[in-house]
């Protein structure tokens, strides 16, 4: 069925509900319910929480739910409500906290993990305070925090946001008139973590919504296990008023710090590992001890020499290494060079999206051209791994901190959003079908 079929029945089950049940508090939040799926069996309900009876009492659900069954003609239908995108993680099954690779620096950090995991009603460590620059595991350790902890309490509620995630779902709720609900459904969890809570810098209003719903939880008899993540320690918050600065750091603050190079080199034998890729502890060396610290960086010079070695069956050596990582070396590849230039990505870019180059450059911030500036950005970083001021001085000049805003962003939606990640790997294959018809010229 066509989804504006499905939001025609929806409007006429809407109708129905606010005719039938005094329910005109939950007005804007019901009418922002839609359906996804429906068949013979059963329907899937689309709506802004992951628990719906943490809003609706049990009866008003039995009466919404016995609504859609009427207005659909059928009594035996199964009724699911599924909760949106916003505070929900994509989690990834490799990023364990087995897999969690250690140093002599960051071994507190995931004793910690593995104590929140093992005595979850020992709240010593609530709130734990994860920070460290970008790209050095924070989000692997949350990762695996989540994954072991649905694997041992599937009955606990688990709410995740990113800094953005949370952003978007307290605009959402005052745009809507439902803030106190909301808030409700922010109290009712065993586990709430923010991911890169510095997203909330200088937003007053969503701060204190924070600082108003981490009041709640230490009121409750069951103080629920907190974990917040940064690029920076509390105190260098910017925005952030002294008191929830303070209460920040009333569990655990720990620093997850850059690895050492031989934690590099398990790191980076873990990649290689995980894309099947056959390695050499020469090569492991080499790019252990050539200004990798960023594990995020590591793992994306792993999958562009995964890319050039299958579908340009090219062999992996020192020579490609420097070609990806901007070192100035003569490589060759079949004794015959060939490369691809960040404008070589920006054309194609522009050519996908039918912009013109001098828009992608302009200070246009429309989402039509920003847009496609961002995933310029983003894949001339993972492809080439270009600086971020060479990024940005391809880009109409633009400063480090744009490009590293954008790339975070491109990097969020690419593990959240399916429509972004498509985009994303067309335009790779896009790139890579474009290196391999140069191969073959010359």
Not at 136 to 141: A, F, R
Not at 221 to 242: R, V
Not at 397 to 414: C, F, M, P, Q
Request: net charge neutral.
């Amino acid at each position: 069925m066509f989804s504006e079929n499905f939001t025609f029945l929806w409007n006429n089950i809407y109708e129905n509900i606010m005719q039938t049940i005094n329910v005109n508090n939950y007005k804007e939040l019901i009418n922002n319910f839609s359906i996804i799926d429906l068949n013979a069996d059963s329907i899937t309900v689309f709506t802004y929480f992951s628990d719906i009876y943490s809003v609706f009492s049990k009866e008003t659900v039995l009466k919404i739910n016995n609504i859609i069954k009427n207005c659909l003609n059928n009594d035996n239908l199964q009724i699911n409500y599924q909760e949106n995108n916003i505070g929900n993680i994509n989690l990834d099954e490799n990023k364990t906290l087995n897999s969690f690779i250690l140093n002599s620096e960051n071994r507190l950090a995931l004793a910690v993990a593995n104590e929140i995991i093992i005595n979850k009603d020992n709240k010593l460590y609530s709130p734990l305070f994860l920070y460290a620059n970008s790209g050095l595991g924070k989000t692997h350790l949350i990762n695996g925090i989540i994954l072991k902890y649905k694997e041992n309490y599937p009955n606990n509620r688990i709410l995740y946001y990113s800094g953005s995630s949370f952003l978007d779902s307290y605009f959402f709720a005052v745009k809507n008139n439902y803030l106190n609900l909301w808030r409700k459904h922010n109290y009712n969890c065993q586990l709430f973590i923010i991911d890169d809570i510095d997203k909330l810098e200088n937003n007053e209003n969503a701060i204190n919504e924070l600082n108003n719903i981490l009041d709640h939880m230490y009121s409750l008899k069951q103080i629920p296990q907190i974990i917040i993540t940064a690029d920076k320690e509390p105190d260098k918050l910017k925005g952030f008023s002294d008191s929830i600065k303070s209460r920040l750091q009333w569990g655990i603050k720990l620093k997850i710090q850059s690895p050492n190079t031989l934690t590099k080199e398990d790191i980076i034998k873990t990649i290689f590992k995980r894309y099947n890729l056959e390695y050499n502890n020469k090569i492991v060396t080499y790019i252990a001890e050539n200004n990798q610290s960023n594990i995020r960086e590591i793992e994306g010079l792993v999958k562009t020499l995964f890319t050039y070695s299958t579908l340009l069956d090219i062999k992996i050596d020192e020579d490609l290494i420097n070609k990806i990582i901007g070192k100035n070396t003569n490589t060759q590849i079949n004794n015959k060079s060939y490369s691809i230039t960040g404008n070589d990505i920006l054309y194609k870019v522009c050519k996908y999206f039918n912009i013109n180059e001098i828009d992608i450059k302009s200070k246009n911030r429309t989402r039509a051209i920003a847009f496609p500036r961002q995933i310029g950005m983003y894949l001339t970083k993972q492809i080439l791994n270009y600086s971020l001021q060479e990024i940005g001085s391809i880009y109409g000049g633009r400063d480090h901190s744009t490009v590293k805003h954008s790339n975070d962003k491109i990097a969020e939606l690419y593990n959240n959003d399916n429509n972004t990640k498509n985009i994303i790997d067309q335009l790779y294959n896009i790139i890579n079908e474009e290196q391999l018809y140069y191969k073959n010229q010359i």
